[in-house]
């Protein structure tokens, strides 16, 4: 194209002088001259040769066709301005253009100014209002002056934008480096990622930076934690030992100002905290900062120093998090990462993870004390780290079970007793344990470091179930039988809330007139088969599971209901025995319970007589006499269960407030022996001492009744004279034998 103009005050002049257009790349403000006549190129740099817009200068760029300005734009990301002419190769090349650079190449911040030489080619306002058109000017009205005031305008407003969205970005990466710094694992990691971060925020690779630290501010020992570039060899060295003076100096200075510092030389950051010592991070930039980035490094330092004080909160979470504070030793959680990793690494070829449970530790705990437990607890840590260094992992996991993990080589039988061979001084006093393991090999394992702790539980479990003082390795029939017990476990609490359970009654006779004295209640579960579940299957089940307090609960009120109807129907002098758990007896609330559902019932305790076993009376023995008191006191009267299978409690059976004291059934089916029939004699010539009645249970031939009857034992329980029958049937039981006389 060709215009005419005239040369009147300040017209544009075009000229074929071609200048010098380069300068200071970096440091200028680079517009995109898009015409299709060249003299406007020559004209437009000619005009505006050596000027300053915004504090830099001009540098130019090219383009004398649309797709020529395509390319050009598709290298060049930081074009300012375009100087755009609307009509090229085509009327509407330039326009055509536009839809282009802000939509298919997404350059937003870039100004356009739109230039014609033609009046009946200006835009459709649709084009200046959609496609965000900075100016439009027809080329006779561009004078120098009034080029300047229009690029002038154009390249603030592309800087407004610009240092809008660097803050948008600057304000992002300052958020995300605070997740991300609280993520590391120590100090100098945290200080390597601050390097990193920072150099992110000023746009600069990660060279000459520096990061020091002062323990304390009146200690001259100021030690370089974190480096990049070429000084990354000074890293845990003083920072005396750094040449060069100027970022020494600049350091030192921010440290005992405690706060920032710009020079010429570079920038160093105060990163201070009285916990940690002071921090300083140098870089060296020779890059001038305006007041944005100021701001933004002062806000950058501000998340960082507040992210550096987190971290010794977070390192501290991190030990409760992984580390047992009693013994030292990782916990479950450390064991749990530490074993899944193993197996995502595919290093456990040959390993096994054992679980080792303190035999009786309960009851070393009540009776001696909690710190004596724990005195104990740590012992047992202190030996087995001994016993079992790297590559084995030891942790204790809950209670008084411990965990070891390593090669199997080195995790068996006699390895796994030996520290506990010998005694354990705890407070000047020996104490003997045992323990029960249970080892499962990781190549068993179907999963991570929490499944093998799982199959490892079972192992365990059914060990413990089996005996103490064993060592059981992991069979896969473990894993079934867990499955069924959890399974049965699920359709005992399903049966107990839909009321499947019921309750039977067991007479008891008194053997020298053969009257009924009382009914010992028991528990009877029929499934949805019709099926009956025996009470050892289930009831096992719900001691371990818990459910046996409130089931036990039940079980207590139904068979004094149970007792109140038989004694409203004259059987009004018979009392009922109802069995009592260890959870029971250990719950908080068990006296409550005993008073209130009697009290509710109509029944006087009298005619209650609540059963223990052997085994609970031993255990935890001061405790437990004081509750029988209490029981003792509130009118009910206790039986001694399934005594002569223990072994300790004959020296104790004085002091506790017992009633009646029941024999075992092994030993009335030994009473046929010479052994057995003398240790029934000398039971119950020891409970007539005692003032305690003898129930023998599990009577079911004459001849055991003839031999009872010869030791005066008091009473007698079993088949030969009735089997448990529900309330309706017992009560047509016991009407029949009246009307017999038996």
């Known amino acids: 194209m060709s215009n005419d103009h005239s040369d009147d005050d300040g017209i544009m002049q075009f ?38 817009v915004v504090g830099r200068p001009l540098e130019f760029l090219h383009a004398t066709s649309a797709r020529e300005a395509q390319q050009i734009l598709r290298t060049h990301k930081d074009i300012a301005v375009i100087l755009l002419d609307v009509v090229m190769e085509t009327p509407n090349a330039g326009l055509d253009l536009v839809p282009l650079i802000r939509d298919e190449l997404a350059i937003k911040d870039t100004r356009i100014i739109l230039r014609t030489g033609q009046p009946n080619q200006a835009p459709e306002i649709e084009v200046i209002r959609d496609y965000d058109i900075n100016d439009y ?220 449970d303190i035999d009786n530790f309960s009851e070393i705990n009540t009776s001696l004390g909690q710190d004596y437990g724990d005195d104990l607890l740590q012992g047992v840590a202190a030996k087995m780290r001994e016993q079992f260094p790297a590559p084995n992992f030891v942790a204790r996991i809950f209670g008084d079970t411990f965990a070891l993990f390593g090669p199997s080589d080195s995790i068996n039988q006699d390895r796994i007793i030996k520290p506990f061979s010998s005694p354990f001084d705890i407070d000047g006093e020996e104490q003997i344990i045992s323990v029960t393991a249970g080892v499962v090999p990781i190549s068993e394992v179907n999963g991570d470091g929490e499944e093998a702790i799982k199959d490892a539980t079972i192992v365990l479990k059914t060990a413990k179930r089996h005996s103490h003082g064993e060592v059981l390795l992991f069979r896969h029939n473990m894993i079934d039988d867990a499955q069924r017990r959890l399974g049965m476990l699920r359709h005992l609490r399903s049966a107990f809330r839909l009321e499947q359970l019921f309750m039977v009654f067991q007479p008891k006779l008194r053997l020298s007139d053969l009257e009924v004295t009382g009914f010992e209640a028991l528990i009877r579960w029929r499934d949805e088969n019709g099926e009956m579940i025996p009470p050892a299957t289930f009831i096992p089940l719900a001691e371990q599971s818990g459910l046996i307090v409130e089931m036990g609960a039940w079980i207590y009120k139904q068979s004094l209901m149970a007792l109140k109807d038989l004694h409203d129907q004259g059987w009004n002098d018979r009392h009922m025995s109802v069995n009592l758990s260890v959870a029971q007896l250990q719950h908080r609330g068990v006296l409550d319970m005993l008073k209130n559902n009697a009290a509710e019932v109509g029944i006087d305790p009298k005619w209650v007589n609540l059963e223990i076993t052997e085994s609970l009376a031993i255990s935890d023995f001061d405790a437990t006499l004081d509750l029988l008191n209490d029981i003792k006191a509130m009118g009910f009267t206790l039986s001694l269960d399934d005594f002569g299978t223990g072994y300790s409690s004959l020296n104790l059976l004085h002091r506790l407030p017992i009633d009646f004291l029941k024999l075992d059934r092994s030993l009335v089916e030994a009473s046929d022996s010479t052994s057995g029939g003398d240790i029934l004699e000398m039971i119950v010539q020891l409970a007539g001492k005692l003032g305690m009645e003898v129930i023998a249970e599990g009577v079911e031939e004459s001849d055991q009744v003839s031999f009872l009857k010869n030791l005066d034992c008091d009473h007698a329980q079993g088949f030969y004279y009735a089997k448990p029958m529900e309330k309706d049937v017992l009560l047509t039981w016991l009407t029949n034998k009246e009307n017999k006389n038996v």
Request: one cysteine or more; aromatic letters at 6%.
């Open 15 to 52: 000229a074929a002088e071609n200048t010098d257009e380069r300068v200071g790349r970096g440091q200028t403000w680079r517009v995109l001259i898009i015409d299709d006549e060249k003299d406007v190129h020559s004209a437009t740099t000619f005009a505006l040769r050596s000027t300053e």
């Open 137 to 356: 000017k027809l080329k006779s009205e561009l004078t120098q002056s009034r080029l300047f005031a229009s690029l002038t305008t154009a390249i603030r407003s592309y800087k407004q934008i610009q240092t809008i969205e660097a803050g948008k970005k600057s304000l992002a990466m300052i958020v995300k480096s605070s997740a991300q710094l609280l993520t590391e694992s120590g100090l100098h990691e945290f200080a390597q990622g601050v390097i990193l971060h920072l150099s992110g925020l000023l746009s600069i690779a990660p060279e000459g930076l520096i990061c020091a630290r002062r323990r304390d501010r009146n200690d001259g020992n100021t030690r370089i934690i974190a480096a990049a570039g070429h000084y990354k060899p000074l890293i845990n060295k003083p920072l005396s030992e750094l040449n060069e003076e100027d970022a020494q100096n600049s350091l030192l200075e921010c440290l005992d100002s405690q706060c920032n510092i710009y020079n010429k030389h570079g920038i160093a950051l105060y990163l201070g905290s009285e916990d940690r010592g002071d921090m300083a991070c140098f870089v060296s930039s020779a890059a001038e900062l305006d007041e944005v980035d100021e701001q933004l490094l002062e806000l950058f330092c501000s998340n960082i120093t507040i992210c550096a004080d987190n971290l010794g909160h977070v390192t501290q979470l991190s030990e409760y998090a992984y580390h047992d504070a009693l013994t030292g030793l990782p916990n479950r959680n450390a064991l749990v990462d530490y074993v899944s990793k193993a197996i995502a690494e595919k290093r456990v070829e040959g390993y096994c993870l054992c679980l080792i």
